[in-house]
Nanobody
Framework: QLQLVQSGGGLVQPGGSLNLSCTAS?????????VGWFRQAPGKGREGVSC????????FYADSVKGRFTISRDKTKNTIYLQMNSLEPEDAAGYYC????????????????????WGHGTQVTVSS
């Protein structure tokens, strides 16, 4: 079965950190794919948070997370990660990884591309 399997997330206090991971199952996140993270808060649309081009590791970050979040990937594990630091209540949302073939990381994050695979989502709660 071709899918993205997520782990991580949970409850953290403001200023805390969390790490999300997303592993491809049944296919390889090779140079063909741009992969990234999206989030969706209640009553809001799904927005691109950070994406990476699997070919040259070029990254894209939404302005709201620049300097706080870091996307990375491990080809040997077929996995991407999102390290989230200095978390704010506004970061609370469902987080989803996604992969799209043959596009740049910016097109993926701006949703100017067909998403080939979505992860199942994981909840991030930021609260004291």
């Amino acid at each position: 079965q071709l899918q993205l399997v997520q782990s991580g997330g949970g409850l953290v206090q403001p200023g805390g950190s969390l790490n999300l991971s997303c592993t491809a199952s049944g296919f390889t996140l090779d140079d063909y794919y741009a992969v990234g993270w999206f989030r969706q808060a209640p009553g809001k649309g799904r927005e691109g948070v950070s994406c990476i081009n699997s070919g040259d590791d070029t990254t894209f970050y939404a302005d709201s997370v620049k300097g706080r979040f870091t996307i990375s990937r491990d080809k040997t594990k077929n996995t991407i990660y999102l390290q989230m630091n200095s978390l704010e209540p506004e970061d609370a949302a469902g987080y989803y990884c996604a992969a799209s073939g043959g596009v740049t990381e910016s097109r993926l994050c701006r949703r100017n591309a067909v998403i080939d695979y979505w992860g199942h989502g994981t909840q991030v709660t930021v609260s004291s």
